[in-house]
């Protein structure tokens, strides 16, 4: 599975930005797809996960109630739409596609393919 993020960019803080990540090559439905992020100096973060079967969607405590994430099976593509964004979120933005049982979904080791990452950058 090839994935391919884009949408990010510069905002200001309390600005909204949409990330997106189309796939290709592989069963796109059948993989739980997520969101992480990495600011310099820091580990891979998660952010926010949709299943493939049911549509559960899992989110750090630190995004809850600002960010939303979805998926298009049809469009092979999973979105991250970011609103009320603060400083704290500038970072390099992934998408993931793994497989992972629910106690391991926010553990990137979970994920078996990633995007090549977008910057997020929050100016004051």
């Known amino acids: 599975v090839q994935l391919q993020a884009s949408g990010g960019g510069m905002v200001q803080s309390g600005g909204s930005l949409r990330l997106s990540c189309a796939a290709s090559g592989g069963t796109f439905s059948t993989y739980t797809m997520s969101w992480f992020r990495q600011a310099p100096g820091k580990e891979r973060e998660f952010v926010a996960a949709v299943k493939s079967v049911n549509g559960d969607r899992h989110y750090a405590d630190s995004v809850k109630g600002r960010f939303t994430i979805s998926r298009d099976n049809a469009k092979n593509m999973a979105y991250l739409q970011m609103s009320s964004l603060k400083t704290d979120d500038t970072a390099v933005y992934f998408c993931?596609?793994?497989?992972?049982?629910?106690?391991?979904?926010?553990?990137?080791?979970?994920?078996?393919?990633w995007g090549q990452g977008t910057q997020v950058t929050v100016s004051r």
């Open positions: 993931g596609a793994g497989r992972p049982i629910t106690s391991s979904i926010s553990n990137p080791s979970a994920y078996y393919y």
